[in-house]
């Protein structure tokens, strides 16, 4: 009774509830589809697709030493994956294929079908819950809705947890060989480049490298997490976001990593559990409203809002060329490393659709573009919150100042003499804002006037509301 665990991300062996369950119920092997064109209309950036292959390559030794043969497949896009799935099943014997939920739009639709493909030839398709710590379906509000608002989802995740914490598995006991041989993970694929080294070493592939930096962040730093989390220039966060994008790492290892230090919900670990909450959060809402996906505001009234068509201001803003130091730092950060910080990730994302007024749709693009961590759900989660389209409980004339939030949150300018080598002679006190006389030749002066660009924005919110 063979079986087939297809993998999506979720690249590890160790609490991967697929393929625990796929090698439960008899010998397994493992498939993989490279889908090229289907990443590049889902614009995953190419230090990501490398990150996914490194990742696959290490976890084809994993799943070797368990016995299981990794097959590497290739699609341009999904609408070929039913037809590609009904021939393997059929070729190999197998009677289920085993997969954890995906939530995006085309992941759904692509499932539905391969399910429909593989019904009409006897095979099931088991799917498994796997990414989230709660089904999108079993939280609910008490009239039966989905959360908008992250503190009264907070409430309700807790309120289960208290009564049952999801387990956390660990390695499958190894098959006996099949005579069956894997393929070898491709080193790079067309139309993605590969990243520099120096990238690449920021983020070491594998389970093992993701496992040491869990338990090097949750013995180490997280009692001062609350404190350095929104300060770039410290190592405050884990930066394990790519591991938990790609699935190299799962929530609940990171909830019982929590758990062996005392619980989840004491003071010292509640901040970064209530982040891990976020990423379950978003990925809630793009469950219950596909539209977000789809380019569409989670507010529908927002999308009345007079986005301007700057060309020239958006590519200031992508290139690090506005002017405003924090903002251009954060911006070559994700360039150079595939990540940028959470802080400044609010403060660039307010800029570009606050100040700037450009629609946040171009900015989550950007991102999906270069981030090495991009997701779906938290990309466009973290864009609707910033541009006040989405989830966000604050009104929208809470708008950060990015002078005040570079002063606040890098004081003595460490972080933006790191990613901007041309201003780190100033002064802490200039380098923030430069005057005109200090600033160096080819460091621009601020694209938009701060007072001005707030009360654009403002008009417009209010305009907004005036129509509702
Ligand atoms: P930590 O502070 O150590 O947090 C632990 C984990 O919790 C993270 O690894 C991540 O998985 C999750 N997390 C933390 N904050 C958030 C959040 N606000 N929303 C959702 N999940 C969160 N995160 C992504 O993983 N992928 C994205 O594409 C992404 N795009 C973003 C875009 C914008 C405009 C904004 C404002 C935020 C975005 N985030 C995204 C959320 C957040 O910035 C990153 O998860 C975080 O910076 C990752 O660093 P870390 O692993 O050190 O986080």
């Given at each position: 009774m063979r079986q087939l665990i297809w993998l999506?991300?979720?690249?590890?062996?160790?609490?991967n509830r697929a393929l625990g369950a796929a090698m439960g119920a008899g010998p397994s092997l493992a498939l993989y589809l490279l889908s090229p064109v289907q990443w590049r209309m889902h614009d995953d950036a190419p230090c990501k697709v490398d990150f996914w292959l490194r990742n696959l390559a290490e976890l084809s030794h994993g799943l070797a030493s368990l016995g299981v043969p990794l097959l590497i497949r290739r699609v341009?896009?999904?609408?070929?994956a039913p037809a590609l799935l009904t021939r393997l099943c059929h070729e190999q014997n197998i009677v289920r294929v085993h997969v954890n939920d995906e939530y995006g739009v085309h992941e759904n639709r692509r499932d539905a079908a391969v399910e429909r493909a593989l019904q009409a030839q006897g095979v099931g398709l088991q799917r498994h819950?796997?990414?989230?710590?709660?089904?999108?379906?079993?939280l609910r509000t008490r009239s039966g809705g989905s959360f908008r608002l992250f503190a009264q989802f907070r409430k309700a995740c807790h309120r289960h947890l208290a009564v049952s914490l999801p387990a956390v598995g660990g390695l499958p006991m190894a098959q006996l060989p099949l005579n069956v041989v894997g393929n070898d993970v491709p080193a790079a694929l067309e139309g993605f480049a590969t990243p520099p080294e120096s990238l690449r070493r920021l983020w070491p592939a594998g389970e093992i490298a993701a496992q040491r930096r869990l338990h090097e962040f949750v013995g180490n730093q997280l009692a001062a997490y609350a404190e350095a989390?929104?300060?770039?220039?410290?190592?405050?966060?884990?930066?394990l976001s790519p591991y938990l994008a790609a699935g190299v790492l799962s929530p609940r290892q990171c909830l019982h990593a929590l758990l062996r230090t005392g619980?989840?919900?004491?003071p010292e670990a509640s901040a970064w559990f209530d982040e891990l909450l976020w990423r379950e959060f978003y990925k809630h809402i793009l469950a219950s409203?596909?539209?977000?996906?789809?380019?569409?505001?989670?507010?529908?009234?927002?999308?009345a809002l007079p986005w301007r068509d700057a060309p020239q201001e958006l590519a200031a803003w992508q290139q690090g060329r506005t002017g405003f130091p924090l903002i251009d730092a954060a911006m070559r950060q994700l360039l150079a490393t595939g990540w940028m910080h959470n802080r400044l990730r609010m403060v660039v994302a307010m800029f570009l659709s606050?100040?700037?007024?450009?629609?946040w749709r171009h900015g989550e693009r950007w991102f999906m573009h270069h981030?090495?961590?991009?997701?779906l759900a938290a990309n466009n989660g973290g864009w609707q919150w910033s541009a006040s389209t989405?989830?966000?409980?604050?009104?929208?004339?809470?708008?950060?100042?990015p002078l005040t939030q570079s002063r606040r949150f890098d004081p003595e300018g460490r972080f933006i003499r790191q990613w901007l080598p041309e201003l780190a002679s100033l002064h802490n006190r200039d380098i923030h804002a430069p005057a005109k006389a200090l600033r160096?030749?080819?460091?621009?002066?601020?694209?938009?006037?701060l007072p001005f660009s707030r009360e654009r924005a403002l008009a417009a919110f209010k305009a907004l509301r005036r129509r509702g």
């Open positions: 999506r991300s979720d690249l590890r062996v160790r609490d341009d896009t999904w609408d070929e819950l796997d990414q989230l710590l709660f089904a999108p379906d079993s989390r929104d300060f770039p220039a410290e190592p405050g966060t884990s930066r619980g989840f919900d004491r409203h596909p539209r977000v996906s789809m380019g569409r505001a989670l507010r529908t009234e927002t999308e606050k100040n700037l007024l450009i629609d981030l090495i961590d991009g997701d989405g989830t966000n409980a604050a009104p929208y004339f809470r708008l950060f100042n160096p030749a080819g460091y621009p002066l601020p694209i938009v006037d």
